[in-house]
């Protein structure tokens, strides 16, 4: 299976940015994927990206959530500007050798997750 690495969450106050990177090592990544889970939530995709660079974004983050990838590298990015108080949540990142995210989200990969706050 591929191995996920996220890194970049912290703690930002609302309007800020943050970028978040997932590095994948270990076998075939096509469809790849941001997730996120706040306490008490469900997880939801954030957004997701085709190895040509075909996105997906929820409602909640268009226009302030940028993702992207480098296939060469193995890696994505989740550029998270104006961020508010209820994106706070445990970000993961997804991915697997398919190329549907749907199905990677029940099949695939997940990172260890990394935290991010946004205070209001």
Known sequence: QVRLVESGGGLVQA?????????ASGGIVNAM??????PGKQREL???ITRGGNTYYADSV?????VSRD????????QMNSLKPE??????CNACQLYSSIICSATGSW??????????
């Open 87 to 92: 994106d706070t949540a445990v970000y993961y």
């Open 15 to 23: 309007g800020g940015s943050l970028r978040l990177s997932c590095a």
């Open 71 to 78: 296939n060469a590298k193995m890696t994505m990015a989740l």
């Open 62 to 66: 268009k226009g302030r959530f940028a």
């Open 33 to 38: 994927g941001w997730y996120r889970q706040a």
């Open 46 to 48: 954030v957004a997701s």
């Open 111 to 120: 990172g260890q997750g990394t935290q991010v706050t946004v205070s209001s």
